[in-house]
């Protein structure tokens, strides 16, 4: 990371006030440490607290001045148009995410015609909840209420699917359990689960209970996947320092190998193994550049036998 | 003798001789000074058939109305009724006045005393139903009902004209916390260049904008669009000069949040001035190259979109919220290109009429206001109004509104004499085809 020119100190201490001054190391330039000073003083002034303001603007700038994201500073991360409650221990959600979360929500809500009897999702490595919720939400707005919503999300960190519990009791669109229910085939639910996808159990066992089998495999409309897919040398270079040194290890990569293919390729090989058996109609998988997906998708043609002839894997690539 | 004295008075100010009153003195003059709100109008034939065909399709409205009712019907006899009425009461001024000027005729002293007396008294009434007649004849502003979003931002002239930016920025903002109007700030950027503070703490403001969100705010600021002048002496200034710089306010129409079926908001209407084919549309996420997704974490959520036939950028970095910020900018764009396109009709129309009126047209280059501190005065360059009391101007306060109101009257007079011309311009082709 390039030095900071002092005299960049001195002009944010002048022109824009002491604090944002403060925040420079993290935020690198005058504008964000301009606008990530404004959004802090907005936070304080809309969350009440018995703390003066003055003093809590200047713990949560010196909090972020130090490094930590400012997600993790205010608490919350918009996406979409839901605030999602961030904590120390759980991915950020990222706006790549955010974009085509909401892209994916408009394709399934205007594809089909007639809108489906029933939707079932499946989110892999959810973390906060941000997909499945975005798409409920999304979702629950679009679709005519005649359509039912099945939505479930996996995570393998306690600490994620508390959260993301949390989330979806903050943002819940549906109506409260006291109003009478709905009849079961118009139900819209979204549960998350803790387990690893690694887990021996989690397709013969848990799955099966969540889909109705269909004909192939099991009634499902989407698999959706943010798994960890930085490599271990991009993790050392690659990476911004807040993210090395706040955000889960957890959440970005994953370091043993697994039969045949690369760390960081590993959650791929699993998802389309998972992807091969529960033969879902779409998938679409987060990864990290433009290498990785070719060799996703590569990937997916060694799968596409199993995956039943097209390999329809929708590589989302980001990045460089 | 009195004549040099006539010339000294700023052009900018009207004023009408009332009186002049031989005594001992060579002359005493009394001078009214004031926009001529009731000056009589000479109402052209050509408005005058107009009016009557509109209240004859009023009246024939409101009988059919009587026998069965229909919303469409109903709501363009209200749009006419003003017009109707205001023709019926011109009318009886004028039969008023026909009648005591065959009065004055007439063999009877005291009779024609007595019609003497009520002559002046009709006059004037004779002129305010012209006047309010012609007032309903001119068509409402399109935009005028809609909220409005004011963008403010310094004219050339170094930081003195940035503090002054900011101070018109709260002067608008406190305005319309006084009414009650609801404004939300869509931007607030302080420019780079320095850290100085006015002299009341203002900051060097680089664009700014603000949106009353009252229903019809459109209508209220459209006359505060333009240059503002000021001058006083800068915090800055070490050796007391007085200093003159300038500020631009653009008023544009903002869409409504909640979308009426009106044609002129209905931004999905390809008709509607706010009407914006997304694929002309770029839209640029601002973000550094680089790895992205896990990789990094920056709050980045501004958002630039670029109108590409016209070349409209406009960039907003105001929520942590790209959603919310993507929001923002396209309705800032719409309401942009609505105005332009707006704007770019007016031009045309104003090469229609006469060149009398081209003067007095609103461009956004025209110094409209000055805002002198020295001497304590508010003066607006199109009614001829002087306002003293400058701080409460600049603190929104009821000065301000009177300031507001005498530029809504001008222009109303304005529109008015636009609607003459034209009405006059149409009519003479047809006369030499005759």
Same mark, same amino acid.
């Given at each position: ?26 935020? +690198? ?56 409650? $961030? +904590? ?36 892999? $490595? ?61 139900? +819209? ?28 495999? !099991? ?52 998802? !389309? ?10 998938? !679409? ?36 | ?129 012209? #006047? ?174 670029? #109108? ?127």
């Amino acid at each position: 990371m390039p030095r900071l020119r002092p005299s960049l100190f001195w002009q944010a201490r002048r022109e824009i006030s002491p604090l944002a001054a403060q925040l420079l190391p993290a935020c +690198r330039d005058l504008e964000s440490a301009a606008n990530e000073l404004r959004w802090i003083r907005e936070h304080v002034q809309d969350t009440p607290s018995s703390v003066p303001p003055g003093l809590r603007v200047w713990n949560l700038v010196e909090k972020r001045g130090k490094g930590v994201p400012l997600q993790y500073v205010l608490g919350t991360q918009p996406f979409g148009n839901l605030e999602i409650q $961030c +904590r120390p221990g759980v991915l950020i959600p990222r706006p790549e995410t955010e974009a085509y979360t909401l892209h994916l929500a408009t394709l399934l809500s205007q594809s089909q015609h007639p809108p489906p009897h029933s939707l079932s999702i499946l989110d892999l $490595c959810t973390g906060t909840g941000c997909i499945p919720l975005l798409l409920l939400h999304a979702l629950h707005a679009s679709l005519p209420p005649t359509t039912a919503l099945n939505i479930h999300g996996i995570d393998i960190s306690p600490a994620a699917i508390s959260l993301a519990r949390a989330n979806h009791h903050q943002h819940n669109p549906l109506p409260a359990p006291a109003s009478p229910p709905l009849s079961p085939s118009h139900q +819209r639910t979204l549960t998350f689960h803790q387990t690893s996808i690694f887990s021996p159990t989690l397709l013969s066992s848990l799955l099966p209970t969540l889909f109705p089998r269909s004909s192939s495999g !099991l009634d499902l409309d989407l698999l959706v996947s943010n798994p960890p897919y930085i490599s271990a040398s991009d993790f050392a270079r690659a990476t911004a320092r807040a993210v090395r040194n706040h955000e889960p290890r957890l959440a970005l990569r994953y370091a043993a190998r697994w039969g045949w293919c690369r760390p960081e390729d590993v959650f791929y090989a699993r998802l !389309l193994e998972i992807a091969a058996v529960l033969k879902p109609k779409r998938v !679409l998988m987060e990864v990290g550049g433009m290498e990785q997906a070719l060799r996703v998708v590569r990937m997916v043609g060694r799968f596409s036998s199993l995956l039943g002839g097209d390999g329809d894997g929708d590589g989302d690539g980001d990045g460089s | 003798m009195g004549v040099p004295e006539l010339c000294a008075i700023p052009e900018a100010r009207r004023y009408r001789l009332t009186a002049c009153l031989q005594l001992q003195f060579p002359f005493i003059l009394v001078l009214t000074f004031g926009p001529e709100t009731t000056s009589p109008i000479k109402l052209p034939p050509a408005l005058l058939e107009r009016a009557r065909k509109l209240t004859v399709e009023h009246d024939q409205l409101t009988t059919a109305l009587q026998s069965d009712f229909d919303a469409k019907k109903a709501k363009r006899a209200g749009e006419i009724s003003r017009i109707a009425d205001a023709l019926k009461q011109f009318e009886k001024a004028k039969s008023a006045l026909s009648e005591l000027q065959g009065l004055l005729e007439s063999d009877d002293a005291e009779m024609r005393e007595l019609a003497r007396d009520d002559l002046e008294a009709t006059n004037t009434q004779l002129a305010d139903s012209s #006047h309010n007649l012609s007032v309903a004849l001119t068509p409402k502003h399109p935009f005028a009902d809609m909220p409005c979003l004011l963008e403010i931002r310094p004219g050339p002239g170094g930081t003195e004209g940035r503090f002054f930016a900011d101070t018109v920025f709260h002067m608008y903002k406190a305005y319309c916390a006084n009414k009650g109007y609801r404004t939300r700030v869509v931007q607030y950027e302080s420019s780079d260049s320095d850290g100085q503070t006015g002299s009341e703490g203002e900051i060097a403001l680089q664009e700014a904008v603000l949106e009353v969100q009252e229903p019809g705010a459109y209508g209220l600021f459209r006359g505060e669009a333009g240059m503002h002048r000021v001058q006083r002496v800068p915090a800055t200034e070490k050796s007391g000069r007085t200093h003159t710089s300038a500020v631009a306010v653009w008023v544009l129409p903002s869409f409504p949040e909640n979308p009426t079926s009106e044609s002129e908001s209905d931004w999905d209407n390809p008709e509607s001035d706010f009407y914006i084919d997304p694929t002309e549309v770029r839209s640029e996420t601002m973000r550094a190259r680089g790895a992205g997704g896990q990789h990094v974490n920056k709050t980045e959520s501004a958002i630039r979109l670029t #109108h590409i036939p016209t070349g409209t950028t406009v960039a907003i970095q105001e929520s942590r919220s790209q959603q919310r910020n993507r929001e923002y900018a396209w309705r800032l764009l719409r309401s942009r290109i609505a105005q332009q396109r707006r704007e770019a009709r007016e031009e045309v129309s104003r090469q229609l009429r006469s060149s009398v009126l081209a003067n007095s047209q609103i461009t956004r280059g025209d110094k409209i206001r000055t805002y002198q501190y020295q001497q304590d005065r508010c003066t607006d360059h199109r009614s001829g109004l002087d306002a003293h009391n400058l701080p409460d101007v600049l603190k929104g306060g009821e000065t301000l509104g009177k300031v507001m109101e005498s530029v809504q009257a001008w222009l109303v007079n304005k529109d008015i004499q636009a609607l003459i011309a034209d009405e006059e311009a149409a009519a003479a082709p047809k006369k030499e085809s005759k």
